[in-house]
């Protein structure tokens, strides 16, 4: 009798855990779409109503005010949502109000990863609006956060395979990188619950198409003009191209608001990925990954490739 009273347990426990997760399944990060990752310290429901009062603050000015919606949370919203279910019914409710097909300008999902949320957006570019916030903390040092940590703009989202992100990536880099573009660039890879992507490895194949897509791409890690941001949470590769990466403090809203913010620097990378839980970027893998993109461009055969670089050879001599 114990026996099948544990195979009836173990079954209402597994069905149990499989409605969860189709309860959850709307509410998370998927591939195809487009948002904003928000880092923070131990506190994510105070982080995501801080994340949402200061995204439409600032989206109310680029884009004007959101039209069709009850407005965005507020602390005392906050303080009336004891748990996430409480939150979700409460915009379940509000969606409802506003009919059937609304969809408000940001939606907090659940982002799979512990201290990071995932706020989704509906008719912004998420690059812009954060650089448009950061540029304006940046100016004028006034602290509007408690708890936020970093603010990461999501343009674009895969599968976080190998293959599947090197095919996403061929075209989504095209903009920034490809001929006659060009750009000097550092890449800043991070994982989250993910075991199966190689850190190297992914930094490497990046490095790669971009050489491939113009040979005059150059990594610069003091000052680069773009930085590419890959961020892998479970099985979602997130990404965006991003300007003054350096200058933002690795868009840290608590840093660069900060007085004379100095560049960061390598202390500066491991206090930060400490903060969030995070793997510290690789300098050293970076310059290999540029290497072996030089080294395998001069083993390319393209008609009159090697005539350039036997000139070369010759104006060094």
């Known amino acids: 009798m114990s026996a099948d009273g544990d195979k009836k347990r173990s079954r209402k426990r597994y069905a149990a855990g499989r409605g969860n997760k189709r309860f959850k399944g709307s509410r998370e990060l998927e591939v195809g779409m487009q948002g904003i990752i928000i880092t923070c310290n131990m506190n994510e429901r105070k982080c995501t109503s801080e994340a949402i009062s200061l995204l439409s603050e600032y989206a109310d000015e680029l884009y004007g005010p959101e039209k069709g919606c009850g407005g965005s ?21 509000q969606l409802k109000k506003t009919g059937k097909g609304a969809e408000k300008r940001f939606q907090a999902l659940d982002s799979g990863a512990n ?107 003091t000052d680069p003009e773009l930085s590419i941001i890959v961020e892998v949470i479970k099985t979602v590769c997130c990404v965006s191209v991003v300007p003054d990466y350096a200058l933002f403090r690795k868009y840290n809203l608590q840093e660069v608001v900060k007085d004379d913010a100095p560049k960061p620097d390598a202390a500066d990378d491991v206090k930060e990925d400490q903060k969030a839980s995070d793997p510290s970027d690789s300098a050293d893998v970076v310059k290999e990954a540029e290497e072996q993109t030089d080294k395998q461009a001069e083993d390319i055969k393209v ?6 670089v036997e000139e070369e050879t010759e104006e060094g001599k």
Not at 73 to 93: G, M, Q, R
Not at 143 to 166: H, Y
Not at 207 to 218: D, E, F, R, T
Request: net charge neutral.
């Open 73 to 93: 949370n507020s602390e005392e919203e906050e303080e009336d949502e004891d748990d996430a279910e409480a939150a979700l019914k409460k915009e379940v409710a």
């Open 115 to 221: 201290n990071v949320v995932f706020i989704r957006t509906h008719n912004v570019e998420p690059d812009k609006l954060v650089h448009h916030i950061l540029s304006d903390l940046h100016a004028t040092k006034k602290k509007k956060s408690r708890v936020i940590l970093r603010m990461l703009p999501v343009s674009g989202t895969c599968k976080a395979f190998q293959e599947d992100m090197d095919k996403y990536l061929t075209t989504f880099l095209e903009p920034w990188f490809k001929t006659p573009n060009q750009a000097t660039y550092q890449i800043a890879f991070k994982a989250r619950n993910s075991s199966h992507n190689k850190r190297d490895d992914i930094i490497k194949s990046i490095a790669g198409l971009v050489g491939k897509m113009n040979p005059k791409n150059k990594v610069d890690l």
């Open 303 to 308: 008609p009159g490739n090697e005539k350039r």
